[in-house]
């Protein structure tokens, strides 16, 4: 993300949907236009448990400071599977009565 303002924003991220994605940070500070900080990057973590696509929905809001309106954006997150490798196995012996 990067802020195009000559003012910091500041965006409250939610994630609604599959519990699968994972935000690291709920809070994320933009520093104004040309300086250090107007670009961050907002990382999601995601974990399967299926190998079918999973969907959730990312939500950016702010709340306006010193008159600056700043618009809610909406993410549409879709997973997408491409390999059903294990990440473990797991190797038992026992009796079969």
Do not use: C, Q, W
């Not at 303002?5 to 104004?32: C, H, N, Q």
């Not at 448990?49 to 809001?61: E, K």
Request: glycine share 6%.
């Amino acid at each position: 993300l990067t802020n195009p303002s000559k003012k910091e924003i500041v965006y409250y991220a939610r994630i609604d949907g599959s519990p699968d994605f994972v935000l690291k940070e709920r809070l994320i500070p933009m520093a104004p236009k040309g300086k250090k900080g107007s670009t961050v990057s907002l990382p999601i973590e995601f974990t399967s448990r299926f190998s079918r696509p999973d969907h959730a929905v990312l939500t950016l809001t702010s709340e306006g400071k010193n008159g600056l309106s700043v618009a809610t954006m909406v993410f549409h997150l879709r997973s997408r599977i491409t390999s059903r490798h294990p990440i473990k196995v797991h190797e038992k012996t026992s009796a079969l009565y």
